[in-house]
């Protein structure tokens, strides 16, 4: 005798049901659709080799090659301008871009790609020179001053094709729609945020990390490890970048130090190459939060490195956020190896920031803002300008100026 387990009908189950074809449109909740923007990744050791066809097939007649002084001291630009030329394409180089890029030197980067006729723009370098190859960019198809685009989807005419390869495992700015520029004028960073800005093809080459001081290694992997946090938790976050925030987290976590001890080895840095591009993958599309938008007021006051404030800041706005909801870090706090079973969530979101704040001095962080220069009489003026900030808006928690500052204060 066979004997039949019976499914129970939609109608004794309050369970969802998907529609079918419609002719009119379905209307319906807008907020369960999940959209994820990313560029074509092309990865592995190696990958810089393929720089030159990936241009070819944007198109390319004569690219415009920006990177730095270090990568050209490195000899990772004259790599990459080899592979350029291998397939026919004699690159034009810029190389004059500095830490946090400045409005001026992305204007007269622009300027430069005009008189030359240049086409595809290619970035090789850290966050600073992909940032300002995308500036160059929009200059190219929208003109004026780089400033003006500051804010959400300000870049209304299309921009030329942008490749990039990051040379440091953090910043994400290879596979983001934003460009972060420092207004001098103002001492303050702005942030352009745009779908435009999301490049079309990424090259992610782990050999190109082996070339980072100590320094930059550290800040760079606390960059990536905020991004997967911040996007993790932020009002952003949907199905298609959870799980990018979370193995990132785990693959940071486990990976950074290493590559600060034993800074040739591959299978560390290969990790970090994979977690700052998944990190940046999940924060393109979900966004950030409070410890970025304040990052980006210190960085543009103080010129010192994104990364290093980042360490500094985010177990403070952890702790903050965890005061109203801390069940959003639990799953945060497991993936990197902290116990959570039985333990209350505001604990475990305690814990994890603890963690971050282990890592941080393990790879040489400073504790306190105070030790990067900044005094209690900056506050009242950061807290302004962390109000305006695009990333604020996306924070688990609703911050206001006398939290912002209280933040800051803590963090002195």
Known sequence: MTVRSRVPSSREVDVPELAGPQITSPGGDSSRLAKFHVPEVVFGPSALAELGHCARRLGARRPFLVTDGG???????????????????????WDA????????????????????GADVIIGVGGGSVIDAAKGVAILSGNGGRILDYEGVDQVTNPIPPLVMAPSTSGTGADVSQFAII????????????????????????????????????????????????ESYVSRAHNTLTEQHSLHAAKLITGNLARTLFRPAEAEPRVAMAQGAL????????????????MSHQVGGLLDAPHGVINGVLLPHVIRFNAET???????????????????????????????????????????TLRSLGVSDADVPVLTR??????????????????DIARLFRAAL
């Open 325 to 367: 909801d801390a069940s959003r870090y639990v799953p945060l706090a497991a993936a990197i190896g902290i116990d959570v079973v039985g333990v209350p969530a505001g604990e475990v979101a305690f814990a994890l920031a603890d963690r971050v704040r282990e890592l941080a001095d393990v790879v040489g962080v400073p504790q």
């Open 182 to 229: 420092t207004d001098t004028a103002n001492a303050t960073k702005v942030t352009i945020l745009s779908r435009a800005l999301v490049p079309e093809i990424s090259v992610v080459d782990p050999r190109l990390l082996t070339s980072m001081p100590d320094w930059l290694n550290a800040a760079t992997g606390l960059d990536a490890l905020t991004h997967a946090i």
């Open 385 to 402: 300008n962390t109000l305006k900030d695009a990333c604020l808006t996306t924070n688990p928690r609703e911050a206001r100026a006398t």
């Open 278 to 293: 998944e990190a940046g993958m999940a924060f393109t599309n979900a966004i950030l939060g409070a410890t970025h938008a």
């Open 97 to 116: 871009v500095t830490p946090n890029p400045k409005d001026h030197e992305i204007e007269a980067a622009h300027r430069r790609y005009a008189e030359s």
């Open 71 to 93: 990568l050209t001291e490195a000899r990772w630009a004259a790599e990459a301008a080899g592979h350029l030329k291998a397939v026919g394409l004699e690159a034009i180089v």
